[in-house]
C-alpha cells in the first residue's frame, strides 16, 4: 500500500514541507484552476509536478505527482447536453498529457452538480476538536426553506420535512447562511463556485433524468475515453457518491457495490477501474467495505480510507467524519482485504501490485484549528489517520501476525 497525501497546490495551508514531516511517499493532486471541459496543457502539469518536486527553500523533495484527484467531468457530459462532446475532446488530450508526464492513475467522479455534500464544515466533536458532518435534519431545512426546490419536502422519510420546519424557525440568519454555504461549497480549491441561483439552474436541467439515464451516460463517457485511457497506461477510478444516496432530486449511480458492478461490467476493461473510498461508501449500513474490497479488488486502483460514524438509522442518514479507527467500517478488516489483493497482484506480476491510498479527511485538532486548511484537509489530523493506518500495515504484515 503506497501512502499519498493530497495537495490542493502551492494556496493549501498544508505544504510539500509538512507532507515531508508525514512521511509520506507520493502526492495526489489535480490542475483545480483550470476550468472544468479545458484540456491540462502539457506545460501546467508540468509547472505541477515542479511545485511538488521543491521544498519551500527551493531544494528537492523527493516527492512525485503519483495520482491526479481529480479530472473533472463537465456537467454537459453528465447530461450530454451543450458542448459535451468538444470536452469529451478536451478529456482524452488532458489523458495523453497526464501519460507523457509519467502520470498512470486518474480518479474522477459522476455527481451531477456538487461534488460532496455536508452541512457543517467544522462541527465540533466531543473531544474539542472539529469535523466535517451530515446533518439530514439541517440539509431538509435547506433544501425545503432556503433552495425552496419544489417537492423537496416528499423526498424525506418521513417526519423529517415536520423536523426540519422547526428547526429552520428556530436557527439564526447567521447559521442559514452558513448552511447555505457549506452545502454548496463543492470540490476544495476548485475554480467553480456555485450559488443558490446556480444549483437551482442545474436541478431544473436535471429534473427528468433519472439514475438509468445517468448510469447511461456516465457507460457512454467511459466508451469514449477508456479507449484512449489503455492506450496511454493509465487507469482511470470511478470516486462514490459522496454521500452515497439521493440529493436534491437528483440521480445517484455509484452509490452501491451493484452500481460499480454494472458500470464495471458495461466497460470491461483494466482501465476502467474503482475509488473505493470507506468514507463516502460508510454512509451506508448496507455497504460491505471489507467484501467490497475482496470482490472489486482487482478493478481498484485508488483507496481513500477514513470513516464515518452514522448517527442515525436508515438510508439517507445523519453522519459526521470519524477518527479513522473510529467510525462503522472495521477498517482493520478493510486494510486486510486490500494487502490480500495486493498479494494477489504480486503472484499474477502485475505492475500495479501497489495499491496508493491516502488518508482521506480528518479531525481538525490542536494547530489544525488555527492553520484554517482546506475543509477536511487538516495537517495533524490526516497525520493521526495516516499513523493509525501505518499501524494496521504494520501489524498485519508483521511476521508475528503469521504473514507471509
Known sequence: MRQAWRWFGPGDGVGIDDMLQAGVEGVVSALHHV?????????????????IARRADGSP???AWEVVESLPVSEDIKKQSGEWRAHLDAYRESLRHLSAAGIEVVCYNFMPVLDWTRTELAWRTTHGGTAMRF???DFAAFDIHILERPGAAESFPDGVAEAAARRFAEMPEARRKELSESIVFGLPGAAERFDLEDVRGHLSEYAAMTPETLRGHLVDFLSEVVPEAERCGIRLCCHPDDPPF?????????????????????????ANGVTLCSGSLGARADNDLPGMMARLGPRVHFLHLRNVLRETEGTPCSFHEAEHLGGGTDMVALVKAVLDEEARRRAAGRADASIPFRPDHGQDILDDLTRKAQPGYPAIGR????????GIIAALTHPVSGAA
Not at 246 to 270: I, N
Open 35 to 51: 476550468p472544468t471541459g479545458t484540456a491540462w496543457g502539457a506545460e501546467a502539469i508540468r509547472a505541477r509536478q515542479s511545485e
Open 61 to 63: 523533495s523527493g516527492l
Open 135 to 137: 446533518d439530514l435534519t
Open 246 to 270: 439521493p440529493l436534491l432530486g437528483l440521480p445517484r449511480v455509484m452509490s452501491t457495490e451493484a452500481d460499480y458492478r454494472a458500470v464495471l461490467d458495461a466497460v470491461d476493461s483494466p
Open 383 to 390: 497525520l493521526k489517520g495516516l499513523a493509525e493506518l501505518r
